[in-house]
């Protein structure tokens, strides 16, 4: 088996943008997506329309964005979450296909990935919505109470209060329909990135992704090998608010909904689609830290584990995980 070589950090990026070509015919595109950064790098295309290719990636996730994205006023979910008619809503294929994938993802974490803690964020503080939120404190909806109709491609809440955030789902499942447009242009090897989410594509050479150090006490903490697998990976740090004097996560456990107060943790999860491991990781970093390899181990998901401060390091992998630290 071949191998190629990808210093493609998962937690911390150069912003810049550009469509560039090298003698090598390697490809690479990178924009904003999502209020982060992507990257793509294309390998052995010859005669390829990187500024074409460019376009039609922008329009994908621009129209993700319009169906998905809690911090746009106007997209489809914000016009959901407004909404307190608990009838079928007829939605996008966009929305329709990452709330079925949450759902999916949901199951597979015993409920510890939902979607409907929305109104939790925004009652402390992640982030605004013109709705006035619940004051609930117990789980009187989960992600069971949001429904799917095959039929019309629509979707309706069983309670007019829940607030569906597809925060933890919306860049992996865009990783996987710009992996299917590029498959659909005959593009085989490639990598994606969004904001630290990842899917890589070859027909037999594996690609090395190196994972950022969260404490940036050195340049990564781990090196892993994919060959057409997804990445992704969830961090209790990286994005945090004062809450009535504390500084708490933005990953909540749906089962007591509590925000995670250590900010320390990192979890990565590979999976075949990156919409499942993004959904993953941010399941089991909802879980209390001693339950989530052993979790990962009975469902055989394949995680890795980070407890750090600023002079310790620990890491701690599944036994899925660990086949991918190395070459075959």
Known sequence: MKSKYFSLPILLFTSFFLVSCNKDNKSYISGSAFGSIYHISINDIKDLDSLAIKSNIDFILKNIDNSASNYNPNSEISNFNNSNTNSYTIVS????NIISEAKNASILTEGFFDITIGDI?????FYVNTKKT??????????????LSEDFSSIRKR?????????????GYAVDIIYNYLNSMNISDFVINIGGEIRTSSMN???????????????????IFLLNKSIASS??????????????????????LE??????????????????????????????ANDIIKYSNMNN???????????????????NFIKFLSVD
């Open 93 to 96: 294929s966009n929305l329709y």
């Open 121 to 125: 964020k925004i009652k402390k503080g």
């Open 134 to 147: 619940s004051s609930r404190e117990n789980n009187i909806f989960t992600y069971k109470d949001i429904q």
């Open 159 to 171: 309670n007019g209060l829940i607030n569906v955030d597809l925060s933890g789902i919306a860049k």
């Open 205 to 223: 050479n594996t690609q090395k992704i190196y994972i950022d150090d969260p404490s940036k006490n050195s340049q990564y903490i781990e090196e």
């Open 235 to 256: 961090g209790t740090y990286i994005d945090s608010v004062n809450y009535e004097g504390k500084e708490i996560s933005h990953i909540i456990n749906p089962k007591t």
């Open 259 to 288: 925000n995670i107060s250590n900010l320390n943790i990192l979890v990565s999860v590979i999976h075949n689609k990156c919409s499942i491991a993004d959904a993953l990781a941010t399941g089991l970093l909802a879980m209390d």
């Open 301 to 319: 998901i394949a995680s890795m584990l980070v407890i750090f401060d600023d002079s310790n390091i620990e890491k701690f992998y599944s036994e």
